[in-house]
């Protein structure tokens, strides 16, 4: 089986956080992983897309991904 492009273990994240953040820490680190492998630096996340859309939720998720590694920056709406 193929590891996961950074495409598919976003997808997953959101999925993640609709189902209240189950298995979020998995998600995680499978995304960084694949942003390793793809050579990236950082994830790119849509706003409209996330549970919590406004700035204190994207907050908390950007210090909550970088505890974990992963630095996040939010596409323009």
């Known amino acids: ?3 996961p ?3 598919d273990a976003t997808n997953r994240i959101y999925e ?7 298995d ?4 995680i680190a499978t995304l ?3 942003l390793a492998r793809e050579g990236l630096k950082e994830a790119a ?6 549970v919590q859309n406004n700035r204190s939720g ?7 991904f970088r505890q974990r590694g992963v ?7």
């Open 5 to 7: 492009s950074v495409a």
């Open 71 to 77: 630095t996040v920056k939010f596409l323009a709406s």
């Open 32 to 34: 960084k992983a694949a």
């Open 45 to 50: 996340f849509d706003p409209a897309r996330l």
């Open 24 to 27: 979020i820490d998995l998600h």
């Open 58 to 64: 994207r907050k908390l998720l950007q210090a909550y």
């Open 1 to 3: 089986m193929s590891e």
């Open 16 to 22: 993640s956080l609709r189902a209240d953040n189950a």
